[in-house]
């Protein structure tokens, strides 16, 4: 069964403090890997898409890397900021064009 | 502004009583899916769009119908609303599948009681 899970469930961290966060998925065949922001009372946004000849892509303080033989995803924050604090939403797509979503990692960015 | 913009952001309403949640995107996407999101489940989709009259059933279309008669508008449709039911909805949109990212509405916060 096609499966996306994340970890932790959720976080909390001091502002400026690094954190990564995990994305195992048993999508196959595999398409791509997106991650995804949610602010509290919005709809997600998009941060980057990983397929599957990239280990590495970074966007601003984020950075997403790839494990495809793994099947393994992270996304590390560097320097968090308030702003920081939101649901992490990752979603994989199957080359049959089916996405299956995680369930997200909620991340705390304290004072 | 490119946007999804969904109506009502709250509602809510009495069991049995229909509603309709409407969705319209202004990016000609071709694309567009309707999803459930709560607690400790994550996001759940409950139909979605190919293009103009082409609908498909998601994870979860029980209770739900949906149209696509124009482009630009996806309906939710709840033509008997039970407690089950109370959720946070979105509608999302993109421009085919493959690479698109999916871009959201701010979603909607259905009470039925």
């Known amino acids: 069964k096609n499966q996306v899970e994340q970890s932790p469930q959720s976080l909390i961290i001091l502002e400026g403090k690094n954190c990564t966060l995990q994305c195992n998925y048993t999508v196959s065949p595999f398409s791509n890997l997106r991650w995804y922001k949610q602010d509290t009372g919005r709809g997600p946004v998009s941060l980057t898409i990983?397929?599957?000849?990239?280990n590495t892509k970074s966007n601003g303080r984020y950075t997403a890397t790839l494990d495809a033989d793994t099947k393994q995803s992270s996304l590390h924050i560097t320097a968090s900021q308030l702003s920081d604090s939101a649901s992490y939403i990752c979603v994989v797509r199957g080359r049959d064009d089916k996405i299956i979503f995680g369930k997200g990692t909620r991340l705390h960015i304290l004072p | 502004e490119a946007q999804v913009t969904q109506n009502p952001r709250y509602l809510i309403t009495v069991t049995g009583k229909k509603l309709t949640v409407t969705c319209s995107q202004n990016?000609?996407?071709?694309?567009m899916s309707w999803y459930r999101q709560d607690p400790g489940l994550g996001l759940r989709q409950i139909y979605y769009?190919?293009?103009?009259?082409?609908?498909d059933k998601g994870d979860v279309p029980e209770g739900y119908k949906v149209s696509r008669k124009e482009k630009r508008n996806f309906p939710l449709i709840l033509e008997s609303p039970s407690p089950n039911q109370t959720s946070l909805y979105f509608c999302a949109s993109s421009p085919g599948q493959g690479w698109s990212p999916l871009h959201f509405g701010n979603g909607t916060r259905l009470t039925v009681t």
């Open positions: 990016m000609n996407h071709e694309y």
């Open positions: 769009s190919m293009n103009v009259e082409v609908t």
């Open positions: 990983m397929t599957f000849s990239e």
